[in-house]
T-cell receptor, first 113, second 113 residues
Framework: AQSVTQPDIHITVSEGASLELRCNYS??????LFWYVQSPGQGLQLLLK??????LVQGIKGFEAEFKRSQSSFNLRKPSVHWSDAAEYFC???????????FGTGTRLKVLA | DAGVIQSPRHEVTEMGQEVTLRCKPI?????LFWYRQTMMRGLELLIY????????DSGMPEDRFSAKMPNASFSTLKIQPSEPRDSAVYFC???????????FGPGTRLTVL
């Protein structure tokens, strides 16, 4: 069955520290991969996406993600977190050629001053 | 571009009342999605339109839910009669011709008392 796992429900980091949010997926072929961020009371904003090619993808707000086929992972990283990064982060997979995204359950990030 | 527009942003109603949520997608986007987000179930796809035609409504929970897209720039999601368990955040999202990336609106937070 297709699934997306974000194993960390909550993560707390200090401002300026590095960040890695984990995402693993289960799917028969390499799907499209996405990271979205949701600030409190807001909609989902696309951070970055991977379709093909270079497995290290750069996104907005200084985020990047690396696709690792062997591990079925698409982890999100940021070298130095800002207080404004506090939000909920969703990983999603979209089977190629279809519209049905599968969303992870989200990771809520707290940033300590 | 103003992005996906949803109205109202917040709706509080009493059980049994009719609720209508509205969405204006990004101009040129020919696919439209309605999602529901709850703590218990995360993000669920309710219905998918392509070129104003409902393609997949398998996620619509009950006959109390209905959605329409009378033209390319407007869609509604109606709940009649509403129940407390319908309380959630409802998102509208759209994607362009390639259908690969979905862009979300800010959502409507619905509370049914």
């Amino acid at each position: 069955a297709q699934s997306v796992t974000q194993p960390d429900i909550h993560i707390t980091v200090s401002e300026g520290a590095s960040l890695e949010l984990r995402c693993n997926y289960s799917y028969g072929a390499t799907p499209y991969l996405f990271w979205y961020v949701q600030s409190p009371g807001q909609g989902l904003q696309l951070l970055l996406k991977y379709f093909s090619g270079d497995t290290l993808v750069q996104g907005i707000k200084g985020f990047e993600a690396e696709f690792k086929r062997s591990q079925s992972s698409f982890n999100l990283r940021k070298p130095s977190v800002h207080w404004s990064d506090a939000a909920e982060y969703f990983c999603a997979v979209g089977p190629r050629g279809t519209y049905k995204y599968i969303f992870g359950t989200g990771t809520r990030l707290k940033v300590l001053a | 571009d103003a992005g996906v527009i949803q109205s109202p942003r917040h709706e509080v109603t009493e059980m049994g009342q009719e609720v209508t949520l509205r969405c204006k997608p990004i101009s040129g986007h020919n696919s439209l999605f309605w999602y529901r987000q709850t703590m218990m179930r995360g993000l669920e796809l309710l219905i998918y339109f392509n070129n104003n035609v409902p393609i997949d409504d398998s996620g619509m929970p009950e006959d109390r839910f209905s959605a329409k897209m009378p033209n390319a720039s407007f869609s509604t999601l109606k709940i009649q009669p509403s129940e407390p368990r319908d309380s959630a955040v409802y998102f509208c999202a759209g994607s362009g011709l390639s259908g690969d990336t979905q862009y979300f609106g800010p959502g409507t937070r619905l509370t049914v008392l």
